[in-house]
């Protein structure tokens, strides 16, 4: 079975720093970009960035970009996502989720993580 | 970037109503759209890609069309399990960019 297992909900202050996880398995890890999106609360899904676990080959959404990392280890199937300094306005829940055939332009997302809620206190 | 209007934003049925909600893009995608589902409390799943391909497993009562800028998801005989928001996303040109979501709810 294919599926993004992400690392558990995180309670954060503003200022601190974070790295969430999403773990790969029942595929070639390598094969597929990885993307995060967020969610902030009652909100809609918005697109932050992705990565090729291949190579380490980035790419951000405007919106995010300079304000968070993105990230990969895939010697563990593993990509990444950090925060250098939370605000109160990263308030959400990030979800991971793979990429279609890239290469074909099937750019949609399947699997998705199971999510992981991060709570920044000011 | 590319914008996608959905509409209705929320749409209340019934148990075996047929439910139609659309995705406007602001410029021509071809047939790059894929459409989720969202239940609370869980992640998206993916329901239809490339406009009107219906993912793996995905019951045959939810189709999709559409082409260029206009495209539509249809629920025929809503099921309670049914009962979610549904979200559009052009899959044209990066940053992909998802619709406001359609929450179904029960009448």
């Known amino acids: 079975e294919v599926q993004l297992v992400q690392s558990g909900a995180e309670v954060k202050k503003s200022g601190e720093s974070l790295r969430i996880s999403c773990k790969g398995s029942g595929y070639s890890f390598t094969s597929y970009w990885i993307s995060w999106v967020r969610q902030m609360p009652g909100k809609g899904l918005e697109w932050m960035g992705k990565i090729d676990p291949s190579n380490s080959n980035i790419n951000y959404s405007p919106s995010f970009q300079g304000h968070v990392t993105i990230s990969t280890d895939k010697s563990i199937n593993t990509a990444y996502l950090q925060w250098s300094s939370l605000k109160a306005s990263d308030t959400a829940i990030y979800y991971c989720a793979r990429l279609g055939n890239y290469a074909l332009g099937h750019n949609w997302f399947d699997p998705w993580g199971q999510g992981t809620l991060v709570t920044v206190s000011s | 970037d590319i914008q996608m209007t959905q509409s209705p934003s929320s749409v209340s049925a019934s148990v075996g109503d047929r439910v139609t909600i659309t995705c406007r893009a602001s410029?021509?995608?071809?047939?790059?759209l894929a459409w989720y589902q969202q239940k609370p409390g869980k992640a998206p799943k993916l329901l239809i890609y490339a406009a009107s391909t219906l993912q793996s497993g995905v019951p045959s009562r939810f189709s999709g069309s559409g082409f260029g800028t206009d495209f539509t998801l249809t629920i025929s005989g809503l099921q309670p399990e049914d009962f979610a928001t549904y979200y559009c996303q052009q899959a044209d040109s990066f940053p992909v960019t998802f619709g406001g979501g359609t929450n179904v709810d029960i009448k």
């Open positions: 410029q021509g995608i071809s047939s790059w």
